[in-house]
């Protein structure tokens, strides 16, 4: 366990995108972090910050996490925690939401699993070493997971429209991505990469209370149905959030300029 302060009463939200490679997740982080200030956690972060620190990445308190997961997980409980958007001297901050993104696919059930897994139990370990004796039934009901679903359809020859537009956008990336450059591995490899993700998607299953998806409070549906469809992606989450958990937004709701800018800046980055 890395934490030792006090899990504050505010309402706690993990963003979980299911998804495969190039559907948009970093660009629509990014846009939200720009808009509202939510924590970016990125997965492939652990790339860099490992060649910076070979032997482990040591985290204050001077902890070393040694996977790539430990320090995703330790990321996202730190900004359920510690969001940065949340100033310290501010007298009503207990009741700000704290919302955090996990930018990877999770497009497998092991993955979600995993995540819900490791938050709760880190979560739960960190409450009982301050003295806040809460169950992990509370601490389920207190963090909610909102899954972002981009819908692969089933059908070979729709699932190759959005392999195609995905394909595009990746390769016309090049290699401005910390893991998957286009110099180094070539197309081919890449193409792969990205269709073998594709083959092991496996959709959220919720019908049942034993499945591994019944974990999440809500899920929101969203498809790659054209090169730009990041920006009405983008606006549909928004709404979405709004309509079921408005203790998420503080003030006006951004305008379509806002979103514009939003998008234009996360698609720069
Ligand atoms: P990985 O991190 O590789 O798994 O991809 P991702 O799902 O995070 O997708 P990302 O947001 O990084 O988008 C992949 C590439 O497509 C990036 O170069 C984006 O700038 C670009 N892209 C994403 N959405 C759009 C869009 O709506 N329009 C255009 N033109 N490009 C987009």
Not at 12 to 29: D, E, F, S
Not at 58 to 69: A, E, M, Q
Not at 99 to 108: E, G, K, L, P, S
Not at 118 to 125: G, N, Y
Request: glycine share 6%; with cysteine; aromatic share 8%.
């Amino acid at each position: 366990n890395y934490f030792s302060m006090p899990y504050l009463g505010a309402s706690h939200y993990v963003l979980v995108p299911i998804a495969t490679i190039g559907c948009g997740k970093t660009t629509i982080a990014i846009a939200l972090n720009h808009l509202f200030g939510w924590k970016h956690v990125q997965n492939d972060d652990m790339d860099r910050k490992k060649n910076e620190h070979k032997k482990g990445f040591i985290v204050p308190g001077g902890v070393k996490l040694r996977t790539k997961t430990e320090w995703f997980v330790y990321s996202l409980i730190e900004g359920l925690l510690h969001p940065n958007s949340i100033d310290e001297t501010e007298p009503n901050k207990i009741k700000r939401a704290h919302v955090v993104f996990a930018d990877r696919n999770n497009h497998m059930f092991r993955e979600r699993k995993q995540l819900f897994n490791d938050i709760e139990i880190s979560i739960k370990q960190c409450n009982e070493e301050t003295g806040n004796n809460t169950s992990t039934s509370n601490v389920s009901r207190l963090i909610k997971f909102i899954g972002i679903h981009f819908k692969h359809n089933k059908d070979p020859t729709e699932l190759e429209k959005l392999k195609n537009i995905t394909r595009q956008r990746i390769l016309s990336r090049g290699n401005n991505h910390q893991t998957i450059k286009r110099e180094f591995l070539g197309d081919e490899k890449i193409e792969e990469i990205m269709s073998g993700f594709c083959d092991r998607f496996q959709a959220p299953v919720r019908t049942k209370p034993t499945n591994i998806d019944s974990r999440f409070d809500h899920m929101i549906e969203i498809d790659v149905s054209d090169q730009n469809s990041s920006r009405k992606n983008l606006e549909f989450i928004i709404k979405d959030l709004h309509a079921v958990f408005p203790d998420m937004f503080t003030g006006e709701l951004p305008s379509q300029e806002d979103i514009d800018k939003a998008i234009g800046f996360a698609l720069k980055t």
